[in-house]
């Protein structure tokens, strides 16, 4: 259980694009979710925190404008990348946390395959 | 502000052989640690979860033990296989926080 689907797995597209992903939590519902962005070779840093029914919260020094975030129901949210430009280019992840009716801290995140986008 | 190191940033080893992968964090108030894998250019695959209370998780040739009074946690890889190779990454969840923090990643190479 706990599968996480992320799609698509890669993008290809032309600069000043604007560029969906979407993670979805499969078999379960989660209230957050979180998109991370990774660069070659390194960890993965977290840019964004989306609750359901809610603005996201952004990490700082992440543009809200250009990395839109929608957390529309229990299990999609959608990352879009707007007018996307080379620099853009990188992994991106997401990740779910399960609703449980527990205390929370306890629950690991789910995490999708990734997303790699190339802008050309 | 939590920060996860990992070392070594890189690692190989001979097939068979046993290796510990290291991580220390500076905020020892957490809920949980885990260890992931992830291989090039994929997602990331949970290894491990240990919660703040306990001391070690254990999963087949996988051991990973917390000491969180110290800030510390390593994964033990027994008899290592090129299977195994891969970037090890933890992360840690902070108190009062959903948010994961993670390290710096560990490549490993195992040799066959």
């Known amino acids: 259980g706990a599968v996480v689907s992320q799609h698509p797995s890669r993008v290809i597209c032309k600069s000043g694009t604007s560029v969906k992903i979407e993670c979805r939590s499969l078999?379960?519902?989660?209230?957050?979710m979180f998109w991370y962005r990774q660069f070659p070779k390194k960890s993965l840093m977290l840019m964004a925190t989306?609750?359901?029914?809610?603005?996201?919260?952004?990490e700082q020094g992440v543009e809200k404008d250009k990395f839109l975030i929608n957390h529309a129901s229990l299990t999609l949210s959608t990352l879009t990348v707007t007018s996307a430009h080379p620099e853009d280019s990188s992994f991106y992840i997401c990740?779910?946390?399960?609703?449980?009716?527990?205390?929370?801290?306890?629950?690991?995140?789910?995490f999708g395959d990734g997303t790699r986008l190339s802008i050309l | 502000k939590q920060e996860v190191t990992q070392i070594p940033a890189a690692l190989s080893v001979p097939e068979g052989e046993n290796l510990v992968l290291n991580c220390s964090f500076t905020?020892?108030?957490?809920?949980?640690l885990q260890w992931f894998r992830q291989d090039p250019g994929k997602g990331l695959t949970s290894l491990l979860l240990?919660?703040?209370?306990?001391r070690e998780q254990t999963s087949g040739r996988l051991n990973a033990s917390l000491d969180k009074s110290s800030g510390r946690s390593t994964l033990y890889i027994a008899a290592s296989q090129p299977g195994d190779s891969a970037t090890y990454l933890c992360?840690?969840?902070?108190?009062?926080?959903?948010?994961?923090?993670f390290g710096t990643g560990t490549r490993l190479t195992i040799i066959p």
């Open positions: 078999d379960f519902q989660a209230t957050t």
């Open positions: 992360a840690v969840r902070s108190f009062g926080n959903e948010k994961l923090t």
């Open positions: 905020d020892s108030a957490i809920y949980n």
């Open positions: 989306s609750n359901e029914g809610s603005k996201a919260t952004y």
């Open positions: 990740s779910a946390l399960r609703i449980t009716g527990q205390g929370g801290g306890n629950q690991p995140q789910h």
């Open positions: 240990i919660q703040s209370s306990q």
